[in-house]
């Protein structure tokens, strides 16, 4: 029996996927609803201040608002989890699911960077950036939006398709 | 449920040709008087008109369900007032985000561009003849008596049926959306992305009222405003991609009927931080008023409240 098999037959595993409970499945995928508008529309407002859309918001006054981000994340890992090990043996030959992940590494590091070179220039607070951090916010935008478009293509592709389909 | 639907929808459709023909009245009196008060009432008319059509759209929907098995009601009327009113509903959608636009850019600049006045006009126009249509039809569906001499219930769906087109515009796009499974996931995921826009700008926007980030001038977020117009956008188009092509899974639900619910209340809040003049005024390191604040917490509760009836809709009433 493989890992992915006996993950998916954990106790905890059978319940998410299988309980009638609406705190079971329903309540999961909503907390990672939730955590996902947060940690994209934080990331969000952030790179647009970066691209210059708003330059007029001082950069300094949205690390309170970056906190939100990252409760977002520390939502969606766990709620991430509970939702992949009830499907194991499904995701885990789902190339979308790969690619989901790649893409939310991706804008995660992408993210940090542009914020560490935006804290060492340690611009005045409403100047406009630099055309390497635009280029970064633009990159990180990118990758949420495939971290999306692959996410929800999970449902659709390979075994998992009947899982969330229509 | 059904039956409330109908109800519902005949209560409601008229305010929206009442509040076009005011609307409409009040623009063009204000662009001869040159009045910006009263083009920013006329815009705002539109806008809540633009709210309303959601909640008549949908329970029109659910009102078909009922016609559908009652005596005397010809589905080809129906099907008629349907086609007609999805029109007028994109139309009026067009309309309101234009109007929002102007909203805004009063807002910012006290004036219009030129360009969106001339839209706004043409829109209104378009919209209120494309709704005068939609209601005659639905009219018919159970006023025979307005068509003229003729024989209420069959005898009338009889007429109706030689008059038809054989294409039906509602059963194209249910049919586009249905066939194609591209087309249901595609929407799927633009709904996801729309939400992301729109939470994002609009949870930093009110927490700003509420007191975060209390450093920066309401005026430089309000900038980022057209982005989370643009994610409504998305959503209602995409919205009504899944509602016009399986009905059923969302006119039967109760907790879809609450999302659009919380969904107009949401953009009626979403409008005041838009033209409010007590939130325009904050500087760097001001802070709002009780009022605002409370606008503010409310607007949190009710988009949440759209995520969490949207997220679990499928889950609650009729599972699907």
């Not at chain 1, 790179?47 to 001082?58: E, F, K, Q, T």
């Not at chain 1, 960077?113 to 990159?139: G, Q, T």
């Not at chain 2, 929002?100 to 209104?124: N, P």
Request: aromatic share 10%; charged share 10%; glycine share 8%.
């Amino acid at each position: 029996m493989s890992v992915f098999t006996w993950l998916e037959h954990t106790r905890l595993a059978t319940w998410v996927g299988l309980s009638d409970s609406f705190f079971a499945y329903p309540s999961i995928l909503l907390l990672h609803t939730i955590g996902l508008t947060l940690v994209v529309g934080v990331q969000l407002v952030v790179a647009l201040r970066v691209i210059g859309l708003s330059p007029h918001i001082p950069l300094r006054e949205l690390d309170g608002l970056l906190r939100l981000a990252w409760v977002g994340l520390a939502l969606n890992v766990p709620t991430g989890v509970l939702l992949l090990i009830a499907k194991a043996t499904q995701f885990v030959v789902n190339p979308a699911f790969y690619l989901k992940m790649l893409s939310v590494g991706l804008a995660v590091s992408i993210f940090f960077v542009m914020k560490a070179r935006l804290d060492r220039r340690n611009e005045a607070d409403e100047s406009p950036c630099d055309r390497s951090s635009r280029l970064l916010a633009v990159a990180c935008l990118s990758c949420w939006l495939l971290a999306i478009v692959a996410g929800r293509a999970m449902a659709y592709v390979g075994e998992a398709a009947e899982f969330g389909g229509v | 449920m059904s039956l409330n639907a109908v109800h519902f929808h005949i209560v409601t459709n008229h305010t929206l040709t009442m509040g076009m023909v005011l609307g409409l009245c009040v623009f063009f009196l204000a662009l001869w008087r040159k009045d910006s008060r009263l083009t920013e009432v006329s815009l705002g008319t539109f806008v809540l008109v633009a709210l309303a059509a959601l909640p008549v759209f949908v329970s029109g929907a659910a009102a078909q369900r009922v016609t559908a098995d009652l005596v005397g009601v010809s589905p080809m009327v129906v099907r008629r007032h349907q086609d007609a009113a999805l029109a007028a509903f994109a139309v009026a959608e067009i309309l309101g985000l234009l109007a929002w636009l102007g909203l805004w850019q009063f807002r910012r600049k006290a004036r219009l561009h030129r360009s969106l006045v001339g839209a706004v006009a043409l829109g209104g126009v378009v919209t209120l003849a494309l709704m005068t249509q939609a209601a005659t039809f639905g009219g018919e569906i159970r006023h025979p008596e307005i068509v003229g001499a003729i024989e209420p219930g069959a005898a009338a769906a009889d007429t109706y049926t030689s008059a038809m087109p054989a294409a039906s515009t509602s059963a194209a796009v249910a049919s586009f959306v249905v066939t194609y499974a591209w087309v249901w996931q595609a929407a799927e995921t633009v709904h996801f992305v729309g939400m992301c826009l729109l939470m994002g700008i609009l949870l930093a926007v009110n927490l700003r009222i509420i007191g975060w980030m209390k450093g920066v001038a309401f005026s430089a977020l309000h900038r980022l405003l057209p982005v989370a117009a643009l994610g409504f956008s998305l959503n209602t188009l995409s919205g009504m991609l899944f509602v016009v092509a399986v009905p059923e899974q969302y006119t039967q639900n109760p907790a879809f009927f609450l999302k659009v619910a919380f969904l107009c209340l949401a953009g009626l809040q979403a409008a005041y931080l838009t033209v409010s003049r007590a939130t325009w005024a904050l500087g760097p390191g001001d802070l709002a008023g009780t009022t605002p604040r409370l606008v503010a917490t409310s607007g949190l509760v009710l988009w949440f409240g759209v995520v969490f009836w949207g997220s679990t809709l499928p889950f609650l009433g009729l599972r699907f």
